[in-house]
């Protein structure tokens, strides 16, 4: 559904504006493979440290077995420095903050880590970036169509179909989230776990939210600090995940988003 909004945004470009629509989009493709390859060669910068066997020995048995169990190589793990809980994932890695210590258990910490696993699993860490540039590219089409084409006509049907792929980005990030977390439950020697890290996550973030206006991030990819709260959230709420955790443990499977 995606490609199909973002193939009809670069067709509406082309038949707007004809061969200056083509050589936008052609450069504009261009640019989206050499960023993509030029991101593909970077690595983690920051505060993070390589997670070492020796230093958490229960972490790294953990990650490892459930990898082996998913079928995955072992992933690099690095401990992010910030005392904000919060965990994301990106090619075959797996990044868990200092602040994840602090307001979870050893069993808890595990389950947010199955969680990114299924993240991988599931291939998200490749779909996700796809899903950036694609927004990036709906934005640039959006823009140069308002500001060239000089037609009202196409300038509402741009910025519809603008729209309409915000909200299916919206629908399948939150998807996504729901399929890493059901991943997470075959990964976990006690499924109950993830359950008990969302609630304890949820506390805490509720604890912030009362002497702070602005929510604080949970465990989800690509979080930014100061963002302000979401037109249209693409991520689940804790509630939605731990309703559909209790029913995926309980083998009413109404969702039908079973992964083999």
Not at 99 to 125: P, Q
Not at 138 to 163: E, G, N
């Amino acid at each position: 559904m995606l490609f199909i909004i973002m193939a009809l945004e670069v067709i509406l470009a082309v038949i707007a504006l004809k061969e200056l629509g083509l050589r936008i989009a052609l450069a504009t493709f261009g640019s989206i493979v050499l960023l993509y390859l030029w991101v593909s060669t970077k690595d983690v910068k920051g505060s993070y440290l390589t997670l070492q066997r020796s230093e958490i020995p229960w972490l790294y048995d953990g990650i490892a077995e459930m990898a082996k169990k998913a079928g995955l190589p072992m992933p690099r793990v690095y401990i992010l420095d910030d005392y904000i809980p919060n965990a994301y994932s990106f090619k075959n890695t797996i990044v868990l903050s200092l602040g994840l210590f602090e307001v979870l258990d050893s069993d808890e910490i595990l389950a947010v880590a199955a969680h990114e696993l299924g993240h991988i699993k599931n291939g998200d860490t490749k779909i996700f970036p796809v899903l950036a540039y694609g927004r990036f590219l709906m934005m640039v089409f959006t823009a140069v169509l308002i500001l060239l084409a000089h037609r009202s006509a196409v300038t509402i049907a741009a910025l519809l179909l603008y729209a309409l792929y915000e909200i299916a980005r919206a629908n399948f990030l939150k998807s996504r989230e729901f399929q890493a977390d059901e991943t997470a439950l075959r990964l976990l020697d006690v499924p109950m776990n993830l359950k008990h890290a969302l609630e304890e996550l949820k506390y805490y973030e509720d604890l912030r939210v009362g002497v702070r206006l602005n929510a604080l991030p949970s465990i989800e990819p690509a979080i930014e600090r100061k963002q302000k709260p979401a037109i249209i959230e693409t991520h689940p709420s804790y509630d939605e995940r731990i309703f559909r955790i209790l029913v995926e443990i309980n083998g009413n499977n109404m969702f039908n988003q079973r992964v083999q």
